[in-house]
C-alpha cells in the first residue's frame, strides 16, 4: 500500500503539544486513578492509607480547579514518532515542539523548572525539551507528552552489568535502586525497567516502558511479563510504602523493555516515576 | 514510639519556639499555621555562602520554618498555585550549617543523611514531612504569599508563606527518632 504524502502545519503541532502538557499536569491518567484506588484497597498501613486518600482527593481538586497535580510540572520530555510520508509545512518541527512547551508552561501557569546545568540560570520558559523522534511508516503524526519531575527522575539509575550477573544480577540492581530511593521519588512509584541494547537504549527502553498504562503487563514477551509480576512483589516487601512512611504498596507496577545487547554487555536502566505519572499521547 | 495515626493531629502555630521543636517526637501529626518560608536548592546555597562571610540573612534562622519547596505560577484569582515539598537530601550539605545559626523547623520530604539527623538532635530542631505529590491539595492551606528575597531566582526565590491547618508529621526529632526507618522496618517482610 502506498500512502500519499501528507502535510502537517507546524501550528498545529505547537497547537496539539500545548494543549497536551497542560492536560497531562492537570489530569491525572485514568489507569494511574485505578491503580492507586486498587493500592488503597490493598494497603494495610493506616498511615499508608492515609496518603493514597490524599493523593486521590488532590487530583480530584487539580482536575476540578484546573491546577497542577504537583508543583514540579516537570522537565518536559517529548516522543514524536513521524510518519514518513508526513511534510510538515510552515515551520521546522523541533522549533514547532519547543514553542509548543514554551506556550503552555507559560499561559498553563506550569512551573519554569529548566536551567543550565552549570550556572544553575533558570531558562525561564521550561525550554529546552527532551525530544524523541522516530520515523514509522505512514502519514501519521503522534506526540506523546511526558512532564517528568526531578525528585523520581534522580532516584533512576542505570548499570552496565556483565553477562554473568544475568537475571539474578538484574533483579538486584532493581531492588537495590528501589530501596536507596526509599521515600524520595514519591512512592507508590512505578518502575521502568529498560535490558540490554547499549547504554543510552537501555535508559530509553526504560523511559518508554513508563508510557504503558500502569500496571498492564509486556504485550508480547512472557518472560518479561513474568519479571515484572515477580519484581512488583519483591519491591512491595521492602516496607518503604505511600510517602515513604510504611506500609506494603511501594510500587504500583513495574513495566520492562528489553532488546538484544552486545555479547560482552548486560545494560540495564531502572527508571523511577513517582505517583503522578503523567503522559498524555495525541494522533494528528 | 508513638503511632501517628492513633493520635490527633497536634495543632501548632508558628514561630515555634524551641522548647515545641525539642518537645515533638517522630510519628507526631502536626497542623501548623502561620509564617513558613520557601527555601530550596538556589537559596540554601546562596544562605550558606552568606553565612560564610558573616553577612546577614534575608530570614531570622531563629525563629523561622524553612518550607522546603518551590510553587508552581499563580493563576488568576487564587493566592497561590500548587505547592509541596521537593526532596529534602539536597540540602543536607547546608543543613548542619543552617542548624548551627539558629535553625530550629524544616519541612520537606525523604530521608537526611546521619549528618543531617545528628545535627537535628545536637540542635533540638525538627524535621517535619509533608507528602509529595499532592501540591493542588495542599495550596488551599495558603492564605497569603509574599516575596522575601532572590526574587531573580524565580521559583526558588524566598517567600513568606502564611498557612493554616498544613498537614505535617514530624519524621526526625531532637531524641534522634526517624519515622521513615522505624515504618519501614515495621512493614519490611524478611
Redesign the interface.
Given at each position: 500500500m502506498t500512502n500519499l504524502i501528507r502535510d502537517i502545519d507546524a501550528a498545529t503541532i505547537t497547537k496539539a503539544v500545548y494543549e497536551l502538557f497542560i492536560e497531562a499536569n492537570t489530569c491525572l491518567g485514568d489507569d494511574v486513578r485505578a491503580s492507586l484506588e486498587q493500592a488503597l484497597l490493598k494497603e494495610a498501613?493506616?498511615?499508608g492509607r492515609?496518603?493514597l486518600s490524599?493523593?486521590l482527593?488532590?487530583a480530584r481538586?487539580?482536575r476540578q480547579?484546573?491546577?497542577?497535580?504537583?508543583?514540579?510540572?516537570g522537565l518536559a520530555v517529548v516522543f514524536v514518532e513521524l510518519g514518513q510520508d508526513v511534510r510538515i509545512t510552515g515551520g521546522d518541527l523541533r522549533a514547532a515542539v519547543e514553542e509548543g512547551v514554551r506556550r503552555a508552561y507559560e499561559a498553563g501557569?506550569?512551573?519554569?523548572?529548566v536551567c543550565d546545568p552549570l550556572s544553575?540560570e533558570?531558562t525561564?520558559d521550561n525550554t529546552p525539551a527532551v525530544i524523541h523522534f522516530n520515523i514509522i511508516p505512514g502519514n501519521s503524526l503522534a506526540i506523546t507528552a511526558m512532564p517528568k519531575g526531578?525528585?523520581s527522575e534522580?532516584m533512576s539509575r542505570a548499570a552496565m552489568l556483565t553477562p554473568s550477573a544475568g537475571i539474578e544480577g538484574i533483579k538486584k540492581f532493581v531492588l537495590d535502586t528501589v530501596s536507596l530511593a526509599?521515600?524520595?521519588?514519591?512512592p507508590p512509584i512505578i518502575v521502568g525497567l529498560g535490558i540490554g541494547g547499549s547504554l543510552e537504549a537501555a535508559c530509553l527502553l526504560a523511559k518508554k516502558a513508563l508510557l504503558r498504562p500502569v500496571g498492564t503487563p509486556h504485550p508480547t514477551d512472557q518472560r518479561l511479563a513474568g519479571l515484572e509480576k515477580e519484581l512488583e512483589e519483591a519491591i512491595n516487601?521492602?516496607?518503604?510504602?505511600p510517602?515513604?512512611?510504611?506500609?506494603?504498596v511501594t510500587a504500583l507496577a513495574v513495566h520492562a523493555d528489553m532488546m538484544p545487547c552486545h555479547i560482552a554487555s548486560l545494560p540495564v536502566a531502572v527508571n523511577i516515576q513517582?505517583?503522578?505519572a503523567r503522559h498524555v499521547r495525541k494522533i494528528l | 514510639m508513638s503511632a501517628a495515626t492513633e493520635n490527633d493531629p497536634i495543632a501548632l502555630s508558628t514561630p515555634l519556639s524551641a522548647e515545641t521543636c525539642a518537645s515533638l517526637r517522630a510519628g507526631d501529626s502536626v497542623l501548623l499555621s502561620g509564617a513558613v518560608f520557601t527555601a530550596r536548592d538556589m537559596a540554601h546555597r546562596r544562605m550558606f555562602e552568606a553565612l560564610r562571610r558573616g553577612l546577614p540573612l534575608p530570614v531570622d534562622l531563629s525563629v523561622s520554618t524553612l518550607f522546603y519547596a518551590a510553587p508552581s505560577p499563580t493563576p488568576a484569582g487564587r493566592v497561590i498555585g500548587s505547592i509541596g515539598p521537593t526532596t529534602s537530601y539536597r540540602m543536607d550539605a547546608f543543613t548542619p550549617a543552617l542548624l548551627e545559626h539558629g535553625l530550629k523547623a524544616m519541612i520537606g520530604k525523604g530521608n537526611r543523611s546521619p549528618e543531617v539527623i545528628d545535627a537535628i538532635r545536637n540542635a533540638g530542631a525538627v524535621y517535619f514531612g509533608a507528602i509529595g505529590g499532592i501540591a493542588a491539595l495542599l495550596s488551599q492551606c495558603v492564605t497569603d504569599v509574599e516575596l522575601v528575597a532572590y526574587e531573580d531566582l524565580g521559583p526558588e526565590a524566598i517567600r513568606k508563606l502564611t498557612v493554616v491547618n498544613l498537614p505535617l508529621i514530624v519524621i526526625n526529632d531532637a531524641q534522634g527518632g526517624d519515622l521513615y526507618r522505624a515504618e519501614q522496618e515495621k512493614w519490611r517482610i524478611l
Open positions: 498501613s493506616a498511615i492515609d496518603v490524599k493523593i482527593d488532590n481538586i487539580a480547579e484546573a491546577l497542577p497535580i504537583c508543583q514540579d510540572t501557569c506550569l512551573r519554569k523548572s544553575r533558570n525561564q526531578g525528585g534522580n526509599g521515600a524520595n521519588p514519591c516487601t521492602l516496607g518503604i510504602g510517602g515513604g512512611l510504611g506500609g506494603q513517582c505517583h503522578v | -
